[in-house]
């Protein structure tokens, strides 16, 4: 939600998620416009996945890769701490158990946003927590992604029996209609099929049509693509010293103490045990941090919000209450669900620890629809 002398600017439910885009410096630009219900007539083949070595692949063989005609096929470009991927899971996870066995075949591409995202076994940790048993293959250097000429994550694209493309999508949103382009997709390999209603939304914004708020945007850390708002700035793979300023531009992050700058993220770096903060004004229902336990796994980061312990009504999925404070535990590279407000509003958010082993790589922030907040 943006406020502007008194207007509350809304948006049309997940059709505006479109999710995280690639940096155009580092990733190709893609050649699919479009989103149309079927595109068959542009004929556009499915290019050829290279089979990449058996390390790349997570509940598959690198020979899936030979045996895919025949079959409805979703290839899902998604990363492990992206969001708008977690939250399309749900619904990929279910077109999986209904129609593996009719013929569908999903192959979740990872192209890691982060570099600690290259590591196998972070990503396995990630398949495991969120019970994902369809086929993924780590695309580390982005091999697959270039050859699809891709730009987002999350981004579907499913072919036919014959390996023409058939639809695409890209973001969050539209998954009653991505449910039924593979439900006629399945009925072209067999047309005796009988297939269930279509999934019924997860969430209250997920339905067509829904009025949401406008949150505060993605918020990288590092300088390669962040904007701090100290007036100290960024020092290139330096350490700086940072004084709270103690006021806040909306939507602006501020570190307090001393803090290493990286590309992809800032880290603690306080001598003799000393602590050092992160400080957002954000507007969100929730609020989200990936993190990278540099050195040591296994702290704290006690989290206070307009200048008090997060109340448990408005406790993320991984905060908890101890002796009054509230705190999240840091022990995997990943993204933690911070804070989950009953409503829509503007907080001012600081993430407190005196670990050198915090690092910090993006916040994102989730909306909420109009009528879920009433």
């Given amino acids: 939600m943006i406020v502007q002398q008194g207007v509350v600017i809304l948006f049309l439910g997940m059709s505006l998620l479109v999710g995280c885009k690639a940096n155009d410096k580092d990733k190709a630009d893609g050649i699919m416009k479009e989103e149309e219900l079927d595109i068959k007539q542009r004929n556009i083949r499915m290019p050829r996945i290279p089979k990449l070595g058996k390390e790349f692949w997570i ?69 495991m927590k969120f019970v ?20 987002y994550w999350p981004a579907k694209y499913i072919f036919d029996k014959n390996g023409i493309l058939r639809y695409q999508h890209f973001g969050e949103g539209s998954y009653g209609e991505t449910e039924k382009m593979i439900q006629n997709l399945l009925k072209e390999l067999d047309a005796s099929l009988h297939l269930p209603p279509l999934v019924e939304p997860v969430r209250a914004e997920d339905k067509p049509g829904a009025v949401c708020y406008r949150p505060t945007p993605e918020t990288y850390l590092g300088y390669d693509r962040g904007n701090i708002g100290n007036k100290e700035g960024y020092k290139e793979k330096r350490e700086i010293s940072y004084s709270d300023p103690e006021k806040y531009r909306d939507d602006t992050y501020y570190l307090v103490g001393r803090w290493y700058n990286g590309p ?50 408005s406790l993320g999925e991984d905060a908890k209450i101890d002796d009054g404070r509230t705190y999240i535990y840091v022990d995997t590279p990943r993204m933690y669900n911070v804070v989950k407000n009953k409503k829509f509003e503007r907080h001012v958010l600081r993430l407190t620890s005196n670990s050198n082993s915090f690092g910090a790589y993006a916040f994102t922030f989730t909306s909420m629809c109009a009528e879920t907040e009433k």
């Fill in 264 to 313: 992809e993220s800032v880290r603690l770096a306080e001598k003799n045990g000393g602590s050092g903060s992160i400080v957002i004004s954000y507007e969100a229902a929730e609020v989200n941090l990936v993190i990278h336990p540099e050195a040591e796994s296994g702290f704290r980061i006690y989290v206070r919000q307009d200048g008090v312990s997060v109340p448990h009504e």
């Fill in 59 to 127: 509940n598959a063989d690198p020979e899936i890769v030979d045996n895919l005609k025949g079959k409805v096929v979703v290839v899902d470009f998604w990363e492990y701490t992206c969001i708008n991927c977690i939250r399309t899971l749900p619904y990929i996870k279910e077109w999986n158990r209904r129609y593996a066995d009719k013929g569908l075949l999903i192959l979740g591409v990872h192209a890691p946003e982060f570099e600690f995202g290259k590591k196998r076994e972070n990503v396995e940790n990630a398949v």
């Fill in 132 to 151: 994902l048993k369809y086929p993924i293959v780590l695309d580390n250097n982005y091999a697959i992604w270039k050859i699809f000429e891709n730009r």
